[in-house]
């Protein structure tokens, strides 16, 4: 059973409109029994006032216990099962800096590291050197040239960057050279299957120029290749559900996310909720359904700083008044993982959702919070339902079967 | 996807520790409208202290309706999958009466039964002959020898005993013999594929000694094999999880399925749940994950003793203090499934599940009770959510994805 073919034959184009409005890292934790979490400490007078016409929930994004990257986050929220489908590391990263990747290139994110003069990794992260030393070697890894490929190098943070191959035949399974440990030598760049070949032939020659010309480059005299990974080809989220859909974003990796699946990313100049809200005001009639990404509650939470989160859940809420002035058909407002300040990290923790709908099962007003969604009339559900329940509460979705 | 396989990935070992701690059969019912389950009926002052600083859940062990055996309750609280993993019956009847079962023994489980004249089943049990009796005539069957491979006969209890065969090259998939009726003789022993062929020659010839053997020990003149089985080969529990684990049961059948999936059993003269909460505490530096099976919470449940299975969780809880000492990174506190006094059986409620951990969303404290978990953080699961949630609240499980 392939659920998404089965969504697609039921996907009607009414004209409804869809707002998903996520929060990166949303779900939260009490710091102390008895405390309430981010979300919950938060002043949302508009959001709460919101859950007497909608339905709440809470919901695994993954599985039970899994604590989701971005990628998976992203795909479960947009309907792709995350157990199936993954998009590989090179490719997030790739996506990670804005670069325009293609379906056919192969991405590569890498580590400058430290050899000794054996040839034995000594330092799996070149020292941890600075963004600035970093990017000076990237600019002189740019000189290196393949035949038959264009070759794009960029600098990503510290000791990391990516390498991109572009051109024809190339396939993408090869395993890290990365051993994992010190004390030993990379891993030889070996195709698994003879589609990576002339990939895993072109990286070898790649990697001899790359120790060439570190080699006076201590202590990034070289690096290790990791998460090597090609446009997944997953199917298109506009035709799966029959749906004119934008993104409204302002971090490459989500733009670049929504870009792999599809839909279209609005170039704008916003950085505020409020100003994010305003390119979606401004769009209104080009589109049916807007993914409006928010970072900062997921920095916020990494870094261990409970309040800023907070603030960043409030100032959103003071912006929501512009979002519900477009009177969307569904609001749904959620995360595409739980960022808990207590744990400074992506958690497993289920997030809440709240689906603003005139056909929603209303439940009693409540404070929006992890609290209210457990008691909620969505009940506890997983990422990959909040499409297929979104296209619903429009009126997007004909009845399965006679 | 196999999730096991995933969760392997994702498995760090930081040292830190977990308890399970298992009510064989803790899940109940009221037993008139209105009132208590036997958890809710107990005095559980620690327990109900702890819920302060936990998730609570209810769990569902296989699926919805599924009353489970004491193998897919164990098997999915193990993490593996009760709908796709069986342990099978002859193997699960050695294991309780304590038989070593190595990797390729054959393990079957036989019924005493009554013949006619015609060699027809008149009495499927041999009309239900005491234990005595039983163990008596196993004591004759122990005479038979086999070509080639060791035999070892086991009695269990009245009409029913165990047969292992140990040697090279057998095979097990051979259907039940038992034509789960009277009037017909018995099946005949029929390999279902080559591999099995060699030990159904040899369960012939064992058979056609036993009857003869048997011949004059009316009512139980022959006997029907049942649940011909191996050790299914599951992947190692330590190696999943990337963690020492031991079992603290008293039964046999806990210890044998511990040892199935290549737990540490640990031996021990503890019969009281406060006895075997000391062998913990003797053993807390030599292992991070503590399996702590409770049998008689079960048995009473299936003596339909509403109040000593109470009787049994108030004794848990009075020595609780014991284990919460320990101060284990995670307190996994559940049922294998429900037997409720009231219908002296397995049967298929969700069953309580209380997780207490720092990095657990802690709810409102509550006594800890089927209500009380209905409303909980953790939600609605399923046993084989339990082991993710372990680790994950252990801080045992990286990111999933990038």
Chains 1, 2 share one sequence.
Not at 21 to 33: F, I, Q, T
Not at 182 to 209: C, F, H, M, N, S
Not at 298 to 311: I, L, P, Q, R, T
């Amino acid at each position: 059973m392939n659920k998404l073919k089965l969504i697609q034959d039921m996907a009607v184009d009414n004209g409804a409109k869809i707002i998903l409005l996520l929060m990166d890292g949303l779900g939260g934790l009490p710091l102390e029994p008895g405390g309430r979490t981010e979300l919950e400490a938060a002043h949302t007078p508009n959001m709460d006032a919101l859950t007497a016409r909608s339905a709440l929930g809470l919901s695994d994004v993954v599985a039970p216990g899994f604590s989701p990257g971005s990628g998976p986050g992203h795909l479960a929220l947009f309907g792709y099962d995350p157990l199936e489908n993954l998009i590989g590391r090179g490719v997030l990263e790739a996506l990670g800096v804005g670069f325009d990747l293609q379906p056919d290139d192969v991405a590569i994110r890498c580590n400058f590291c430290t050899l000794d003069e054996q040839g034995r990794i000594i330092d799996r992260r070149a020292g941890r050197i600075s963004s600035a030393e970093g990017a000076r070697r990237v600019e002189l890894l740019r000189q290196i040239q393949l035949p038959g490929v264009e070759v794009f190098v960029d600098p990503v943070k510290e000791y990391r960057f990516t390498l991109v191959l572009r051109g024809e035949g190339l396939g993408a399974d090869i395993p890290d050279t990365d051993p994992q440990r010190t004390g030993v030598p990379p891993l030889p760049i070996a195709a698994q299957d003879p589609a990576a070949e002339k990939t895993a032939e072109l990286l070898r020659q790649w990697w001899a120029e790359a120790n060439k010309i570190l080699a006076d480059q201590l202590p990034a005299n070289s690096c290790t290749l990791r998460g090597i990974a090609k446009d997944p080809g997953l199917p298109p989220f506009p035709e799966i559900y029959n749906i004119r859909a934008a993104t409204v974003a302002v971090y490459p990796m989500y733009k670049g996310v929504a870009k792999l699946i599809g839909m279209d990313v609005i170039e704008h100049t916003a950085e505020t909720p409020a100003e994010e809200f305003a390119v979606v005001k401004q769009h209104w009639d080009d589109y049916d359904f807007f993914f409006v990404h928010i970072k900062k509650t997921d920095s916020y939470g990494e870094d261990g700083d409970f309040a800023a989160k907070v603030g960043v859940i409030e100032a959103v809420d003071h912006a929501l008044p512009a979002l519900l002035d477009l009177q969307p058909d569904v609001l749904l407002i959620t995360g595409d993982h739980a960022t808990p300040a207590k744990l400074k990290r992506h958690s497993w923790h289920p997030v809440p959702v709240l689906l603003a709908a005139d056909s929603a099962r209303f439940g009693p007003p409540t404070a929006f919070g992890e609290t209210g969604c457990r008691q909620g009339a969505l009940g506890q559900i997983r990422h990959v339902d909040i499409m297929p329940l979104a296209l619903a509460h429009a009126m997007r979705l004909d009845k399965y079967g006679a």
